[in-house]
Every structure is written in C-alpha cells, then in structure tokens.
C-alpha cells in the first residue's frame, strides 16, 4: 500500500484555482478511496473499544425505529427507512472524525471524544443533520406515494408486501422505480456530505462553505468518488444486512475512512 494519505499532498485541480471553494480540491487518484478505507480500519482498530460500543448505538436506534414502525402497522415504511439510512450516517459518524482527528495529533480519546464531536461546530453540524432528515423524510414520503399509486387496494401485512414486492411484475417494477428515485436521493445527500461533515469538525468550517467544498470535491474528482460512493454503500449495505449488528463495524470504519478522504481531498487551510 503506498504511503498514508495525510501526507501524500495530492495535486490541487488547477481547473478549480480561480473558483471560490474549489481552490482547496485536491485531484486524487483511483487508487486512494482503498487508502482511506485501510486507514480507517487502522483507526477503528485503534479505537475499537470506543468505536465499536459507539456504533451499537445506532444499531439499537435501528431495532427501536424497526420495532415502532412494526407496531403501528407501517410495515410498508420499515424497508424505505432502511435504505433511507445511508442518507443520514454521516451525520451518524461526526463521532468518528473526531477520534481520527485526535488519533492524527496523537491526542488521548475517550468515549466523551466521539459523544461531543458535534461540539466543534454546533450550528453546522446541527444544519447539516437537518438537511439529510429533510432528504429521509422527502424519501420515505415519495417511497410511501409510490406504494400507495402501485398497490392501492392492497392489505397492508407483512406477507403481501413480500409477495406483491417480490413475486409480482408490478412489484418489481415498484422496487425498480423506488431504487432509481432513491438512487437520485442518494447522489443529492454524497454531493452534499461527503467531506462536508468532517469539515466541520476538523476546522469548524460553516454550512455554506463545507458543503460548497464537498460538491467540488466530488464532482472535480468525480472517478474516485464514484468508487469511494460506491464502497461506502456495499459496505453500509452488509452492516443493514447483518440485522444492524454489522454497523458496529462498518459504521465505524466508513466513518474513520471519510476523515482521511477528507483529509485528502482538501487541502489544509495553511496552503490556501
């Protein structure tokens, strides 16, 4: 594996050098997104009995949201909340950017580091945690209109859903239609977080400008961070898969990953 990221010093985009928020991008190379991933599970296994007790969190928020939503009959809305919930883990993961964070300056971690992360920059964080619910709840309402337009007269019950969605053409074409919309669902919320969050933390940037500079991030390096995109959301996909207790894992290590993704891709303000 070639050397850690952090030092590395990609080439600056010098497409980007006379546009306001693009100046900071770095171009980075396919190769990279595997760097970031290697250096997060380095971090996570620093910090593991930190990190991963952090994550369970998530996953038991995962089973009380599950739960509520079976027992008030919105079976329909578990599935969409699902797959909705890689539109809100970077807010999830403000913890683990700043254990990296402190791990890179060889600062002492506790479990306080990853439960007062957002304390570096209330406000944004808080703004950007709202942004992504907005996206959930936009996704989880156009996911229930698509039922109710696909299945209209249709008993709401465990055992329908799986056979109208699986075993029927019109089922299949409702989870082919709901995986388009929320695949454009899911670009909008990577534009906008990708770097944006750990931005945040690590040099209590605003709202505007962290998510500005994430979307130049992404779309001047727009190869790796289909790769990158692509990574995060196979290896979000088997932590849900596992019943939520692979979070523990995954969730951590995409989360110490996009801290040095971020580290990469944008250049210190000092170099500015």
Known sequence: M??????????????????PFARRVRKVSTDEP?????????????????SVPFALIFAFIGYGVTAGLYFLDYYYLIWPFIAGFILVAPVFTVGFYEI????GENQSIS????LGAWRNAPGPVFGAG???????????RTAALLYVINFPYQMLTI???????????????????????GAIFAVFAFLLSAISLPMMVGERADFLPALLTSVFAVALNSTAMILWAAIIVVVTAVGLATAFIGLAITLPLIGHATWHAYRALVRPKSES
Do not use: C, H
Not at 100 to 103: A, D, E, P, T, V
Not at 111 to 114: D, K, L, M, Y
Not at 130 to 140: D, N, Q, S
């Open 2 to 19: 070639s050397e850690n990221s952090d030092t590395q010093k990609p080439k600056q985009l010098p497409g980007g050098a006379g546009i």
């Open 34 to 50: 595997w760097q970031w991933l290697a250096l997060g599970w380095a971090d996570m296994k620093r910090a593991r009995y930190i």
């Open 100 to 103: 990296s964070r402190k791990l």
């Open 111 to 114: 479990f306080a580091t990853a």
């Open 159 to 181: 055992p329908n859903l799986l056979n109208q969605k699986f075993f029927s053409l019109d089922g299949l074409t409702f989870l082919a239609v709901g995986t388009f919309i």
């Open 130 to 140: 709202l942004a992504l619910t907005f996206f959930l709840i936009i996704w989880v």
